[in-house]
């Protein structure tokens, strides 16, 4: 006991001490101070003591039979050890409990962001997936748990969706394939009427009506085929390196003609060359096709102005008009298959409502967007980016 300065003492049945410790090395207390339990003591107890000199101690007497008769021992510490390793404790506890929940907290981010990289990877890869890309699947993820299997279901579903969207762009291409012939037949035999002399009158005006319909069934069913090729992928592109610039200039040169008959300037400004690489064609249908919105929809004595720059990398064309703009509603849907404003169509401008469908999907088949703003000064731009 006086190695780890504790307290022992031995009572005889008859209160006499048969023995007890010595002083301990830390000379917190007298052994001998210790005062005895009154009275015999059947059960263990567990009670606080002081010596005389005032130390405190914490003492367990337990009796212990010998012979029949109960020998009392007793076991003690001082208090200001107790308090001494409480101390220690409570000091390891204030630097040890922040610094496990710092570990616990930083492993458990880890944990959850290594468990949870293979959703991030399948949401990035599933963003990409538009309608113009459902031939795209998400990237095969070999966990071996659930997200395996999500992923594999996703790109099934994807695969289905792709199938459906095929087979009705399909049908579109081959309807509007079939009504071509007969609508061609009806315009000639038409203009035949509209031609021969021998019609009356009354009977030309009901005629050249129906050829105006049928010039626009035509145009519809046209740009039906145009979109639904573009859409199963049918639609013959070659790929060449060609200058943005100069396509966008030539084009509003071949239509400075119809802008002039509408007392309208039309410009276009260019800045060097700009490479893009693309079907030459298509992407003339696009400048085309702005071109032509922006002549049907401003107003006589307007302006136009075309540009093409070079902008971090990625080539821009610019369509800009000083017509009445797209009411803030309609803004979303302009690229919507068959959306005419309602303001444009009260105005009774020609139109079919997919001139800009054709352009977003061109765009689209080249890696590229389109986009459209109101200006502050009146009128609206078309903004498209090619890689
Ligand atoms: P549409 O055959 O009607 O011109 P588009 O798909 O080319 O069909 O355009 C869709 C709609 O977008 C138009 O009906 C019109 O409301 C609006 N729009 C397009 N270009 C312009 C423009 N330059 N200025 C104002 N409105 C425009």
Redesign the pocket.
Known sequence: PELNDRFIRVVRPDGSVLYVSDIPNNNSFDPRDVPLLPGPVTKETTHKEMTKRGAKLLVVSDPTPVNGRNYLVEVGISETQINEVLGRFATTLAIGLPVFVAIAVFGGYMLVGRALAPVQEITGAAQEITLHHLDMRLPPINTGDEIEKLSNTLNQMIGRLHRSFQMSSRFTADASHELRTPLTIMRGELENLLLDKTTPPSLAEVLNSLFEETERLSRIVEGLLALSRLDTGEAQMRRTKLDLSELASTTAEQMCLLAEEKKINLTCSTNGRVSVEGDPSKLKQVVV?LLD??I???PAGGEIRVSVESKEGRAQLHVA?T????PDG?LPH?FDRF???D??RSRE?E???????IVQSICAAHGGTIAVKNLDKGG?C?TVELP
């Open positions: 096709n919105n922006a049907k929809y401003t008009d017509g009445p703009g797209i309609a302009v959306y005419r404003a303001e444009v401008v139109g079919t409502g997919l001139g800009l469908s609206c078309f």
